[in-house]
């Protein structure tokens, strides 16, 4: 266990990886979302590749706490939904 642990740590200091701080993943969300013009559409697939350190669980928890203020709106259900931004 030692060594992989080891090999990991090696691994984020020659890629540049840093330990990413809580809630840093979610602030990179919003950040691509807010890059996006009001009455923009998109997909989680969409955030996925703007942010790939996020998994699918974040962008959605995310999503859901912009849409309870008002900020996006979901377009249709399950895999072909897509997202408005409607302020931020």
């Not at 701080?21 to 890059?35: D, F, L, N, Q, Y």
């Not at 996020?54 to 995310?62: D, E, K, Q, S, W």
Request: aromatic fraction near 4%; charged fraction near 25%; proline fraction near 3%.
């Amino acid at each position: 266990m030692g060594v992989l642990v080891y090999a990991y740590r090696e691994l984020e200091e020659r890629t540049g990886e840093l330990i990413t701080a809580p809630g840093a993943k979610s602030r990179t969300v919003r950040s691509a979302i807010e890059t996006l013009h009001p009455g923009q559409t998109f997909t989680i697939a969409d955030l996925e590749r703007a942010c790939p350190t996020a998994n699918r669980a974040t962008i959605r928890r995310v999503l859901g706490e912009l849409r309870e203020q008002g900020q996006v709106e979901c377009l249709g259900k399950g895999r072909s939904a897509q997202w408005r931004k409607t302020q931020m």
